[in-house]
């Protein structure tokens, strides 16, 4: 289970990724002219949470501890990159990503030539799906012939085994035939835990971001897919906003009508994406929250925490979020009888807190 969620940004050469990542993370990168150098560059950065500001307000524990999200800003994706063959490094960095925040530029600036001669989000988006679905199909064709072979010469795996990898990799082959990416097929977990492995680019959840020039309207573009989502923003503003301090960055959003910045709201989307929620622990040493699979039971959430709490499991006690705060403590909550006992199957709900009773 990934303690933090990993994003990685990609995009064609100058759409903005490196302003994008210096909006979100608060770095500040420099964005050049003429680049698309493949470079990465990580950062992590911590989840803004309302939740975890009330909840430290009560408990004043020493240690106030926000989930994690790490940015990978990925130079040196080009069109036609698949054909050639992706190099290694570039490939290590996609492959080790839960998910893809697609860096698309609208924004219209004579001092930036675009790649491919003229500004078009839909055409990168489509080329860039294009180039990652064509390398997922050539591992998928290379696995198939060793799977033939295999079947032929025999004595090795099960039959069983190998066919059923096959039909599998033969549906993905026939959904990329169909120019539909890996992510849209629906998988369910064991079906992505046999092909886990292969790591294929076009089945990662992927965040669209329209970047935008100052003040331009968003075009109208809507998600196709549940596995994947649009959000539009003004990277290079936001990225001048980051860079200020709080205050007066408070002034400008105003003054731009930005309700709300790209960070919260692109976290937002990627926890939906991934299919990830929350859950805290308080205590007066510290209160944290935490990132788990949507669906995880009380013993995996368990095990974010801590192998041993997984393994020694005997229950936790588990309360809501408002009901926490209402109660205005955990004592005051527990004379409530509001803190529940829940066993290892008890599966949690976004944003309740936890506390693990465990064998040492
Ligand atoms: N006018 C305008 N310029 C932008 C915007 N976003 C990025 N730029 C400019 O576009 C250029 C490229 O931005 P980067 O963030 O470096 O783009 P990139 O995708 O990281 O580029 P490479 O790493 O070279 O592939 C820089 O000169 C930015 O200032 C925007 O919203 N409006
Ligand atoms: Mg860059």
Redesign the pocket.
């Known amino acids: 289970m990934p303690e933090m969620m990993r994003l990685g940004i990609i ?1 064609f ?8 990542f210096n909006a979100l993370t608060g770095e500040n990168r420099p ?3 003429g ?3 493949l470079e990465t560059q990580l950062a992590v950065v911590n989840v803004p949470d309302d939740r975890l500001d009330r909840l430290a307000a009560l408990f004043r524990p020493q240690k106030v501890t926000p989930a994690k999200v790490a940015f990978t ?1 990925i ?1 040196g994706l080009e069109s036609g990159a698949a054909q050639k063959g992706l190099p290694g490094a570039l490939l290590n960095q996609l492959s080790s990503m839960d998910g893809f925040v697609h ?1 698309l530029r609208c ?1 219209e ?1 004579a ?2 030539p675009h790649s491919l001669g003229s500004v078009d989000a839909r055409r990168d988006w489509k080329q860039m799906e294009a180039e990652f679905m064509l390398y997922d199909l050539l591992i998928i064709e290379r696995r198939l012939e060793r799977l033939n072979e295999e079947l032929r010469k025999g004595g090795g795996r099960p039959r069983s085994e190998i066919e059923r990898e096959q039909g599998l990799l033969e549906r993905l082959r026939q959904s990329l035939e169909a120019e539909q990416p890996l992510r849209r097929l629906n998988l369910d977990d064991e079906q992505h835990r046999l092909i886990s492995s292969f790591a294929f680019l076009s089945l990662k959840p992927t965040l669209l971001v329209l ?4 003040g331009q309207p968003p075009p109208p573009w809507q998600a196709e897919h549940p596995a994947e989502a649009v959000i539009a923003l ?4 936001e990225m001048e906003l980051a860079q200020m301090p709080p205050d007066e960055a408070q002034v400008f959003q105003e003054m731009y009508g930005i309700q709300e910045l790209s960070l919260p709201r692109l976290i937002r989307q990627a926890y939906a994406l991934l299919g990830l929620q929350t859950f805290f622990t308080v205590g007066e040493d510290e209160v944290r929250a935490w990132q788990v699979r949507r669906g995880a039971t009380a013993q995996e959430a368990a095990g974010v925490i801590h192998t041993d709490l997984m393994r020694g499991f005997i229950r936790a006690e588990v309360i809501g979020y408002k009901e926490l705060l209402e109660a205005g403590g955990w004592n005051e909550a527990r004379a409530k009888g509001w803190i529940r006992l829940e066993g290892k199957d008890y599966r949690l709900q976004e944003g309740e807190i936890m506390h693990v009773r465990a064998a040492a």
Do not use: A, I
């Open positions: 995009g050469p100058q759409s903005g990724k490196t302003t994008l964005v050049h002219l680049g698309g150098r800003d130079g860096v924004f600036e001092r930036v970047n935008l020039g100052e003004q990277g290079k503003l």
